[in-house]
């Protein structure tokens, strides 16, 4: 006893010693880096009034500041940035809440044209028969030839009960059309759609985490629990995140009180945080899926790897994107702020799924993946091994489809979305979007309408070929083999004439969603596709199979091991390869 109050007291001396050795240190150190600070911003502000004054010709200050800033930010990660009051409603309709006064549609511009993409149902420009592919001409009178797309929009936005007039051309009309609305408050809901589908089961799509969204999912299952689903199924394909709060309620909704969601960790002790259920759970018992893929993103991560890592629910798809940053604003002088990373994510399991490592970047600037040999092994609540460093990776892998290089050209040069615009005009009326399949004979006048049109494109056999004469050229051995070229050439030109019939499932398929959108908006799309969505079909495959799910989460056989990184990695490039 003696000994051991004696080396306590001996510990206690040397401890009191080395914080008053090392106190100068850290005072000295503060010291250094105000100093810094003040040095470097004083720099700053010489270098900025000098321009202003001297530089040969006017320069915009904010601008000057704005490029200043942004350059500053440049070398942290995409996520820390700086936004000027000019772009503060922007970024609160992005990142904090889609709500605003406007007629409810959606424009893009071509060629100094400004058209209707989309239409939302239930707001002003659907009630007053404003369609997907109308030309607006003027807005209250002002003419938009000249306007680009953010200055129609701000036209097209206004408070909660102003009048707005616009002027149209539609396709067949022989005149300009006029529409008188009345602007309405516009918010776009983060649940774009749910409802039941094939097997009994919920669906929710789940389209970003703004404010409202886990009211929004609670909504959602509390009446699809009304039909006595077997199964719910949450989507988060393409949701690149939002709120990390509202990431957490909805995990609540399927996860005990109590449990860890998910914990911050940063250099400013007092940003680190633990994130825990607080309410009981709605749905804590029926077998539960969530669809990713490689654009799912931050708090879809946090919720699919949450419900990973406590076994809760089957994760199909493709491996999320990998962002494991923590993001706060800070509100700055003049109505400013600036957004930065403060930490980093981490799921129950203890793991971080950040993928791309921001602080060693290369001597060029860019950024690499975290590499596999730093990867660490973290077990689930029931002992399956999942890694960090490297997204979610999901525990039944769908593979991702990428459609034919004449059905992209198709889409990119509006061509599919003109001849639904053509085709919504000719036809007052269409089956439910759910039954709705184009027609032979539909799919012949696509392709007579196609016969004047280009859409022109490139096939990566065509590419390798001009490599190829590229090469041959070059190495000044192309006139030996010119005549093998172009009988290759003649042959690719042949089989690229049948790309049409060849690709006809898929191209199809792309016209209905199209078409569908015009007479049932986003519900349309969504249950139009139901039909083709393998992911889904998948979902609903394996929930069906009571046995298989059980197995899934206990970890049996192949299951026990989730993206081992010599396996994610190698399915990681095979990926990047399709989609290049």
């Known amino acids: 006893m003696e000994r051991r109050f004696v080396m306590t007291k001996t510990y206690r001396k040397i401890t009191i010693g080395a914080v008053m050795v090392s106190l100068p240190l850290l005072l000295w150190s503060f010291s250094e880096d105000l100093f810094q600070i003040s040095k470097n911003l004083d720099v700053f502000t010489?270098?900025?009034?000098?321009?202003?004054?001297?530089?040969?010709?006017?320069v915009n200050p904010a601008k000057l500041v704005k490029t200043g800033v942004d350059a500053m930010l440049d070398n942290l990660d995409p996520y820390t940035e700086f936004v000027p009051e000019s772009e503060i409603e922007d970024y609160k309709l992005k990142y904090v809440s889609t709500q605003y006064g406007g007629i409810g549609a959606s424009i893009f511009s071509k060629e100094k044209r400004t058209l209707i993409s989309e239409v939302a149902e239930g707001f002003p420009a659907q009630k007053a028969d404003v369609r997907a592919g109308d030309e607006i001409l003027k807005i209250n009178d002002i003419d938009l030839s000249s306007k680009n797309g953010d200055?129609?929009?701000?036209?097209?936005?206004?408070?909660?009960?102003?009048?707005?007039?616009?002027?149209?051309k539609r396709e067949g009309s022989a005149s300009?059309?006029?529409?008188?609305?009345?602007?309405?408050?516009?918010?776009?809901?983060?649940?774009?759609?749910?409802g039941m589908v094939d097997g009994n089961m919920g669906y929710i799509k789940?389209?970003?985490?703004?404010?409202?969204?886990?009211?929004?999912?609670?909504?959602?299952l509390v009446t699809l629990k009304k039909n006595n689903p077997n199964g719910i199924i949450l989507d988060l394909r393409s949701n690149g995140g939002g709120i990390l709060q509202e990431a957490v309620k909805i995990?609540?909704?399927?996860?005990?009180?109590?449990?860890?969601?998910?914990?911050?960790?940063?250099?400013?002790?007092?940003?680190?945080?633990?994130?825990?259920?607080?309410?009981?759970?709605?749905?804590?018992?029926l077998p539960l899926v969530v669809l990713v893929n490689n654009h799912s993103a931050s708090a879809s991560e946090i919720v699919a790897g949450s419900l990973q890592d406590l076994d809760r629910a089957v994760i199909i798809g493709q491996r999320s994107y990998g962002k494991g940053l923590v993001q706060q604003t800070f509100n700055l002088p003049f109505n400013s702020l600036v957004k930065i990373t403060i930490a980093k994510y981490y799921t129950p399991s203890g793991r971080c799924i950040q993928s791309l490592d921001y602080t060693h970047r290369k001597d060029d600037g860019s950024?690499?993946?975290?590499a596999d040999s730093?990867?660490?092994?973290?077990?689930t609540k029931d002992g399956r091994s999942v890694y960090d460093g490297s997204a979610i990776y999901p525990d039944m892998v769908v593979k991702q489809e990428r459609f034919a290089n004449i059905t992209q050209s198709l889409v990119s040069k509006l061509l599919v979305f003109n001849y639904a615009t053509q085709y919504r005009n000719a036809h007052s009326q269409l089956a439910p979007a759910k039954t709705f399949a184009l027609s032979d004979a539909d799919f012949a006048d696509f392709t007579k309408y196609l016969s004047?049109?280009?859409y022109s494109y490139s096939n990566p056999s065509e590419k390798v070929l001009k490599e190829l004469k590229n090469a041959a050229t070059k190495d000044e051995e192309f006139a030996q083999i010119k005549p093998e070229f172009e009988a290759l050439q003649a042959k690719l030109a042949s089989a690229k004439a049948n790309d049409l019939d060849q690709h006809k499932a898929e191209i199809k398929q792309i016209l209905e969603n199209e078409i569908s959108s015009r007479y049932y908006y986003d519900k349309g799309r969504y249950e139009c596709h139901f039909k083709y969505d393998k992911e889904l079909a998948q979902a609903v495959k394996t929930m069906q199979d009571k046995a298989l799910v059980a197995s899934i989460l206990k970890g049996e056989g192949n299951y026990k091991i989730i993206g081992k990184p010599s396996i994610a990695i190698a399915a990681a490039k095979a990926a990047n390869k399709n989609e290049n």
Do not use: C
């Open 206 to 220: 789940l389209d970003k985490f703004l404010e409202n969204s886990g009211d929004e999912v609670t909504n959602a």
């Open 46 to 58: 010489a270098v900025y009034k000098e321009i202003n004054v001297n530089y040969v010709d006017e």
């Open 374 to 379: 730093v990867m660490h092994e973290f077990k």
């Open 367 to 370: 950024v690499e993946r975290v």
């Open 151 to 168: 200055q129609v929009s701000q036209l097209l936005k206004g408070s909660k009960g102003s009048p707005i007039k616009l002027l149209l």
């Open 452 to 454: 004047k049109k280009d």
């Open 176 to 194: 300009p059309i006029e529409k008188n609305l009345i602007r309405d408050e516009i918010k776009q809901p983060n649940v774009s759609y749910f």
């Open 251 to 285: 995990v609540n909704l399927f996860v005990a009180k109590d449990v860890e969601v998910v914990s911050q960790k940063g250099k400013v002790r007092e940003k680190n945080y633990t994130y825990k259920t607080f309410n009981n759970p709605i749905e804590p018992n």
